[in-house]
């Protein structure tokens, strides 16, 4: 079995996350992460708040808070939700501890020693009205390439192009609406050109896996068409701060350097975490990170495929002295570059794209106050926008939650308990069964590997698709044998196979929907006679910064008690009590309400 790094995009601090946020990275990564436990992997999912960069100094002045108070305060909220989303981390921390300052200028000495860090002058964009360094993201003009009106000062969405600021025609300031103005500033730039031929291998070997997505691979590859060194310092007071520029305190490392680097300095702390508490070793991380065989999985939205695919793996090459330079390694060894970038598309919401500032937005909490959080995730999993953009709206929100998780699998779920605890009140023992009740169990069991194998190739839609095929295909079975129906005492042990079959089916597939709807798999286990612990949820737990003391929550949970991905016979015996429902009907007055408050935003 693999090493499997489950590597999530950080969100970033600057306010709450909106569905179309968790859509991205937080859903498919936690699916795909809880599979993998149960098919006997070793997992380590991480990720944390993204908090550097003027976006965080701009949010914070608007609140009349210190960055550092800011960051707290949404760090708090993001981690919140992410925990009653189910998300599984085994830690979500943040990027304003000690331990990843120690780890970003750790891999930007060894960027810069082995000559893949070079000084360059460049213009800095200022806000004319506030005097402000502004980001790459914070100015938007027309594309010089495609002519697209609303290109960023560090990418086009449109064509795809890298950018800088100065390239925009009649680029304008988000923040004041003015024309900014250009000073010349000396910064470190990454050496793209240098590590392109490297790059460019490393993504004709992936291309040739053929397991990325292909919009994905494309749109990297086409990266390569115009690679330039990319600065990766600025002017800014608010970031980590630059070895060797010590006597510059308002030069700091850029937010595109140092939150890449997240997934490795929150694996050293997990594991740092592990030998302060006993249960490991701080060389840990070693495993997921050094070891060629390992294999590590990026999530993320399509927004963030340059940083990915091109930045992040160049950081990687550098570090590890694997570019035209060549160089050495050091301390944290070679290190492994990315297996699969899995992006997805953008979710909309009811034709349109979120924005928080134009009130067009879900954030998950308001969600979560309202709604079931596997309601939310179920609609993620089976209509989100996994290989195309897709849209969020309220009314096929309810109707898939009643239609199919109400209807179709809560239905099945409901009436085969209530039936076995009105007849027998113990899952009863089956007598031989008939060739309808093989056909059964052996089509559910077959969906242990079709299933599986969806998930592990990133079709997540597919593989829930296939689930509720197989909820169809129960719900039939209940039809045609008509257990409801055999009152006689010569039924009596035909209704017993029935209903051992019924329920040996809504185990299994209830194992299979745990990956994806965890909370009301372990209600449904308990309903089956379970101990309800079928999917191991995270926690929320108060800490301090390994090496600052500075309190703050983190995620973590101990998955290590999984089920495995497999048929498990149910026990006949286990007391079977009335149950009550799982999901939660929703009025068709839902989506009048929700459109209502939408409008009023």
Partial sequence: MSKILSAVAWPYANGPRHIGHVAGFGVPSDVFSRYMRMA????????????????????????????????????????????????????????????????VQELFQGCRDNGYMVVQEMPVAIDPQTGNTLPDRYIEGVCPHCNYGDARGDQCDNCGKQLDPQDLI??????????????????????????????????????????????????????????????????????????????????????????????????????????????????????????????????????????????????????????????????????????????????????????????????????????????????ISIAGPESSDSDFTWAEFVRRNNSELVAAWGNLVNRTAAMIAKNFGEIPVAGELEQIDQDLLTQINAGFTVVGDLIASHKQRAALTEIMRLVGEANTYVSRTEPFKMKDEAQRERLATVLNTLIQAVSDLNTMMSVFLPHSSNAIDLILGGAGDIAPLPQLVETTDIDNGHAFPIITGDYTQVRSWESRKVVPGTPIAKPQPVFQKLDDSVVAEELARYQES
Wanted: glycine share 8%; no cysteine.
């Fill in 170 to 379: 009649n680029p304008v300031s988000k923040v004041s609406g003015l024309t900014p103005e250009f000073k010349v500033s000396e910064h470190y730039f990454l050496d793209l050109p240098a590590l392109a031929q490297a790059l460019g291998q490393w993504l004709d070997q992936v291309e040739e896996s053929g397991k990325w997505r292909s919009n994905v691979i494309s749109f990297s590859k086409h990266l390569l068409e115009d690679v330039r060194p990319r600065a990766m310092t600025r002017d800014i007071s608010w970031g980590i701060p630059i070895p060797g520029w010590e006597e510059y305190p308002n030069k700091r490392l850029y937010v595109w350097f140092d939150a890449v680097i997240g997934y490795l300095s929150a694996s050293i702390e997990w594991a740092r975490r592990r030998e302060l508490a006993g249960t490991g070793s701080a060389q840990d991380w070693k495993q997921w990170w050094t070891n060629p065989e390992a294999l590590s999985y990026y999530f993320m939205g399509k927004d963030n495929i340059v940083f990915h695919s091109q930045i992040w793996p160049a950081e990687l090459l550098a570090y590890n002295g694997q570019g035209a330079k060549g160089g050495q390694t050091y301390g944290f060894g070679t290190l492994n570059l990315p297996t699969q970038v899995v992006a997805s598309e953008f979710l909309t919401m009811e034709g349109k794209q979120f924005s928080s500032s134009r009130g067009v937005v879900i954030y998950v909490r308001d969600f979560l106050s309202r709604y079931q959080a596997d309601a939310l995730r179920y609609f």
């Fill in 40 to 103: 006997g992997h070793e997992v380590l999912m991480v990720s944390g708040t993204d908090e550097h960069g003027t976006p965080i100094i701009l949010a914070a002045d608007k609140a009349g808070l210190t960055p550092q108070e800011l960051a707290d305060k949404n760090n708090r909220i993001i981690v919140e939700d992410l925990v009653n989303l189910g998300l599984s981390y085994d830690l979500f921390t943040r990027t304003t501890t000690a331990n990843h300052y120690q780890v």
